[in-house]
């Protein structure tokens, strides 16, 4: 069984061995022609099924040690057909520091089906525990949380829910299965803004899901082909291409996230730094001991509101600008940006205020970045 | 401007930055921001792309509204409307409407608390009886598939506005180019773009256009949040197939017109099924909303036996789903675009084993009348 990374350079490297073409082919088609009445090439309309989005779909199914994979148009195609998978009346524990447009969609679209949540802190095992109720039918939880990257102790979350009939939902974004496999620790659904680590080139919106049960494989189906929010065949060869450099690319982003979050951590202008390869980062030893890496989210703290926009607008190589996981190095403001839509009063109470920053660490030179961010600084 | 001048001249033919004559494919998940206080008019891909934006624009001025979005495929566009509404809402829908919109009304949607009936829509008086207290829309195709059943747009819009519902048509069939159901009082037109619109068969799409600003705000919502949004490279193939609208249509709508006068001559068909036909059920209220009788059309072959070998031995049409492509294709509803329905369901809105759909494409009209003679008569 080759490395995870070895299997991610090869994907779709075998599939056309027709003309032994070593990438796959786009098929930039609707529809596919029927051998004959009642017979099928496997294939008719590609909304059902794309041979170029197969190849992605089967390849993130076995990055991530599922049985079935689906590609969607974004990550939030993806969480919404999830969330489609349940009815009314259920109720979902979600991590609270989530991403905005993941409580967007639950409190503004699906409470209104009546879908209940409630939002804990999911890196206490005890916190989702006391939240169970009858009714809970679902757990999504982020594995790193966005942006504070509290860990959560997906194998024990697991266990919580397998006891119960819970499906256990991993937004696993910011790891990726370079650095864990939800499923293997027991989790049953993987899902990914595959915008972000995956496709890696800040160049495509894609979402994608893994599943391990067969069943539970044919209802997901069942939703993504009848509401149809799928990936078109470019962009799935785009994230299928992106998906070949995941290894050297995380490896690279983790070494500087580091190096940059030790050198924040004792930056005078810097009250608090949240990555978990630092030893005093809550996570720290639950990541060291069940991923293979911290990821490469930097959150940060400064010491007075007047320096976030000095650190937005003035650094050169960093990027202001909303997304992550990609080549380049780029920095958000979370309370205004990406957690726009939580309450205020939530975001408060979670730490995302007006002097907290994301950092997105890219592939370039760290002394250059840090350079820049030092730069800021002044 | 006339229609043909319009689908090339509509704001989007220059690139303002570069003077390229054609829209730039913006393959790209986010934007850089230059102020805290005022983000730039994009900031990430799944909430705005400029060329994503430009096919919206251009499909919003061609169908006469005021506001486009583009979707993943129509099935996203339909589930991404149906969303508007709320758990005890009710839906008049015309009962042999698209098996993929029946399958997420009847097993999706359903699910969610919002019920639909199925009524022959053809006859005003029918949806006015279906009507009840918690009746909060009206979905219309017209001409319906496979059928090509007429359903008198404004009279519809009327009853709808009488009552408060919103008024969804799907005018998939038609294009702007021969029918606008905005203009004749509808609230939303829908499009798989999939068909005419990118008419290639190549692109998977769908398509939303509304009018009332308020109406437009709700929808984009729903895109920005659920994300099943269509890809750019995608959009820039649909902008470019748009190009040809008319004269695809004007080439196929004749097309249509000289097979329909041959099978109407043909002892092996039983009826044949056009709006252009003035036995057509409905004939004059399409003729009164509509410019053209379109390019699609069904007939009833003699046997099952001899609809098999039409299907299977035809060699200009090629047998698959879909329609509206540059080639003709020859389906079979009761096992394809209807197979979602029950079978009883199918029989009583005359689907049968020996029903036959033909999309014709753009080939000389005597090329195809020569295959089919050969199958039907040889």
């Not at chain 1, 044919?218 to 992106?242: C, H, M, T």
């Not at chain 2, 909430?47 to 509204?65: D, F, H, V, Y």
């Not at chain 2, 004749?184 to 009018?211: E, W």
């Amino acid at each position: 069984m080759v490395k995870l990374s070895t299997q991610a350079v090869q994907l779709g490297l075998n599939w056309d061995g027709r003309t032994g073409a070593v990438t796959v082919p786009i098929y930039q088609t609707a529809t596919f022609k029927h051998p004959g009445l009642g017979q099928s090439t496997g294939y008719d309309y590609s909304r059902s099924g794309n041979p170029t989005r197969k190849v992605l779909e089967d390849g993130i199914a076995a990055l991530d040690g599922g049985v079935r994979g689906f590609a969607y148009s974004s990550g939030m195609a993806a969480i919404t057909n999830l969330l489609l998978l349940f009815s009314k009346g259920d109720h979902l524990i979600v991590t609270e520091d989530l991403y905005g447009g993941t409580y967007r969609l639950f409190e503004q679209i699906f409470r209104q089906y009546d879908l209940s949540f409630t939002y804990v802190d999911t890196s206490v095992l005890s916190e989702v525990e006391n939240a169970i109720r009858p009714e809970t039918k679902g757990l999504f939880v982020e594995s790193l949380t966005n942006p504070l990257l509290k860990a959560a102790d997906v194998r024990g979350l697991s266990e919580l829910c397998a006891a119960r009939d819970i499906l256990c939902i991993v937004d696993n974004t910011f790891l990726t299965p370079y650095l864990q496999r939800p499923l293997d620790l027991g989790a049953d659904i993987t899902i990914y803004s595959a915008t972000k680590y995956l496709a890696g080139h800040n160049d495509t919106v894609s979402g994608l899901v893994v599943v391990k049960d067969p069943d539970l494989a044919e209802k997901v189906y069942f939703l993504q082909n009848s509401v149809g929010a799928v990936l078109g065949p470019q962009d799935s060869w785009l994230v299928i291409r992106g998906m070949k450099t995941l290894g050297i690319r995380l490896d690279r982003q983790q070494e500087n996230a580091q190096k940059i979050a030790e050198w924040l951590a004792v930056h005078p202008k810097v009250r608090q730094v949240y990555y978990p390869g630092l030893p005093g980062h809550p996570g720290h030893a639950l990541l060291a001991e069940t991923a293979r890496g911290f990821g490469a989210m930097v959150s940060f703290e400064v010491i007075d509101p007047l320096l976030v926009e000095r650190l937005l607008l003035k650094t050169e190589i960093i990027s202001f600008a909303e997304s992550l996981g990609g080549v380049e190095t780029l920095i958000t403001f979370p309370e205004v940006q990406t957690h726009a839509d939580i309450l205020p009063e939530i975001r408060a109470r979670l730490g995302i205020n007006n002097l907290l920053l994301r950092l997105s660490v890219g592939i370039e030179d760290v002394d250059d970045l840090i350079g820049d961010l030092a730069q800021a600084f002044e | 401007m006339k229609f043909g001048t319009r689908i090339i001249h509509n704001g989007h033919e220059v690139d303002p930055h570069t003077k390229a004559l054609g829209v730039p494919i913006h393959q790209v998940s986010t934007f850089h921001q230059d102020s805290v206080d005022h983000f730039g008019k994009y900031d990430y891909a799944r909430s705005g792309n400029p060329t994503r934006e430009a096919l919206e624009e251009t499909i919003a001025q061609l169908e006469n509204g005021t506001r486009g979005f583009a979707f993943a495929s129509g099935m996203a566009a339909i589930s991404s409307v149906l969303l508007l509404f709320s758990p005890g809402d009710h839906l008049v829908v015309c009962e042999d409407v698209y098996g993929g919109t029946y399958r997420v009304l009847t097993s999706l949607f359903s699910r969610l608390g919002i019920t639909a009936s199925f009524v022959d829509t053809t006859d005003l008086a029918e949806i006015r009886k279906a009507i009840r207290p918690n009746t909060r829309g009206l979905y219309l195709e017209t001409p319906s598939n496979p059928l090509l059943k007429i359903t008198d747009l404004a009279g519809a819009a009327g009853i709808a506005r009488e009552h408060n519902l919103l008024t969804m048509v799907d005018n998939t069939f038609m294009t702007p180019y021969l029918q606008r159901p905005l203009d004749l009082g509808c609230d939303i037109v829908l499009h798989s773009g999939t068909k005419f619109l990118n008419g290639h068969s190549d692109v998977i799409c769908g398509f939303a256009v509304v009018r009332d600003p308020a109406l437009a705000a709700r929808i984009g919502f729903v895109q920005n949040s659920f994300g099943a949004i269509l890809g750019p490279q995608d959009s820039w193939l649909v902008l470019r197939g748009l190009k040809t609208l008319k004269v695809r249509m004007d080439e196929s709508q004749r097309g249509a017109r000289a097979v329909v006068d041959w099978l109407c001559r043909q002892e092996s068909i039983d009826q044949v099924f056009y709006p252009g036909l003035e036995t057509h059920p409905g004939f004059s209220v399409h003729r009164a909303q509509a410019a053209g009788p379109g390019a699609v059309l069904s007939f009833t072959v003699s046997t099952v036996e001899l609809t098999r070998r039409l299907l299977e031995e035809l060699t200009l049409a090629a047998f698959a789903v879909s329609l509206g492509g540059v080639e003709s294709i020859i389906s079979y509803p009761a096992r394809m675009s209807h197979a979602a329905m029950p079978r009883e369901e199918r029989e009583v809105r005359g689907i049968t084993d020996t029903l036959v759909r033909l999309s014709v494409g753009l080939e000389d009209p005597e090329d195809l009348i020569a295959d089919l003679d050969r199958v039907l008569n040889g």
